[in-house]
């Protein structure tokens, strides 16, 4: 069984993975580091999702990275030019050769003693074991499972005859071409797909039980467009990801104080770009407030045009079961279905599924509370990557990787070893994630909680965000630094 040590070993080789290495090379390149990756390839999500139309539902200029400009034209990109993306800066950084492919993490074991990391990983080319010795362990493996996507247990599946594919494994081999399409979900994923499907496809219907808030914008960003032409892609660029981040914190801010007035500017939206007479409270008005779930931008509009012009409709009802040839609905409808796509979600999984154990004690993380939204109460020398919910996933990455890069520069000048957050004073505590979807509340008591104020709350506020994590003391109440070998053991149990 093979061992070695890194200073820093990075779980995930994905959009989080690749910056926070490139971050590490930046601002403390004497460390050395490894990601460890469960697929055979860079890119994580992107990689990993290759259906119709996959792209991005947060501009580039804040999923992409602060030190890297994104250049290409579109500001709302599809899946493969961020996958290049993603793979050019770890080729430009060099973090592609340090890459270990096929690693899947399944254990992590933290000694006070020696302040170590012994990480367990499975070879999935070579079925063996691999074990690697850490001081700092770095998790960028999102917070959902690769392997397995959620699909309800719908009546009468066995008798359908037709296609049935999740969108988290699309078969490269499957046509769609002049094919009837019924796409279930209402979800980002399914206001993607189905304009994508609808331009080849003899018809596409997205079946959803109840609707989204969808948002039209423009696919480029006209005042990028236009600073570019002036400027340098390095000075433009942070110009236009600030403008970005105030004025969607501005919008998410504005929903949470107003969503009334928000429910009306999303209706008109929509109405704008219906048919005349389109049963819009029916099909595009949903029960909950904007932001109690993400909005789901469709570029250009193109899920309305696509509606509008006849090649696609919406249906809202609910599955009674399958049939041999389609769906039949609790209404008595029935949609005839070559190909059935279940855009019905995913299932989540904290840390990608590994065991933590501190000097002996086996963690729960359910009971572990997050400190900055990025370390966990009690578990020594461990960040996770968790973005935000109502912002581009890379913002909090890119702050999270900064903070990781603080800490250890404080380590090396003070001389000590170990960093523990500490658990918050008082009982209460709040989920980790705050949205209402279904995705989300089928997992979340399994995952880490936050309090109720800072250090221990996520806030999703950008702006709030670069002060406390970039500026912020990292002595606080929070947290505790100390020697190797000097580490209380009862801090497992904190």
Known sequence: MACDHVDVLIVGAGLSGVGAACHLQRDRPGRTYALLEARDAIGGTWDLFRYPGVRSDSDMFTLGYAFKPW??????????????????????????????????VVRAAWDSATARWTVHAHREDTGETVELTCGFLYVCSGYYRYDAGYTPAFPGLERYTGRLVHPQHWPADLEHDGKRVVVIGSGATAVTLVPAMAERAAHVTMLQRSPTYIIPLPSRDRFADLLRRWLPAKAAYPVVRWKNVVLGTASYQFSRRAPGLMKRVL????????????????????????????????????????????????????????????????????????????????????????????????????????????????????????????????????????????????????????????????????????????????????????????????????????????????????????????????????
């Open 71 to 104: 250049t290409d034209p579109k500001s709302i990109a599809d899946g493969d030019a961020i996958r290049a993306y993603v793979r050019e800066t770890a080729r430009e950084y060099g973090v592609d050769r340090h890459i270990r492919f096929r690693h899947r």
């Open 267 to 494: 209706r008109r939206a929509a109405r704008s770009r219906l048919p005349v007479g389109y049963d819009l409270d029916r099909h595009f008005a949903p029960r909950y407030n904007p932001w109690d779930q993400r909005l789901c931008v469709v570029p250009d509009g193109d899920l309305f045009d696509a509606v509008r012009a006849g090649r696609a409709s919406v249906v809202t009802d609910t599955v009674d079961t399958f049939t041999e040839h389609g769906i039949r609905l609790a209404s008595g409808a029935e949609l005839p279905a070559d190909i059935v796509v279940t855009a019905t979600g995913l299932n989540l999984l904290a840390l990608g599924g590994m065991a933590l154990t501190v000097d002996g004690v086996e963690v729960d993380l359910s009971r572990r509370v997050a400190y900055k939204g990025m370390m966990l109460s009690g578990v020594p020398n461990l960040a996770m990557t968790v973005g935000y919910t109502n912002a581009s996933w890379t913002l909090k990455a890119d702050l999270v990787a900064t903070y990781v890069c603080r800490l250890l520069r404080h380590l090396d000048r003070t001389g000590q070893q170990i960093v523990t957050p500490l658990p918050p004073p008082g009982e209460e505590r709040v989920p980790l994630i705050d949205l209402q979807a279904g995705y989300v509340l089928r997992s979340l008591e399994s995952f880490p909680k936050q309090g109720v104020s800072a250090p221990w709350r996520l806030y999703q506020n950008y702006p709030r965000d670069v002060l406390l994590m970039r500026h912020g003391r990292l002595t606080d109440s929070g947290v505790r630094f100390a020697r190797a070998g000097s580490q209380e053991r009862s801090a497992s149990r904190a």
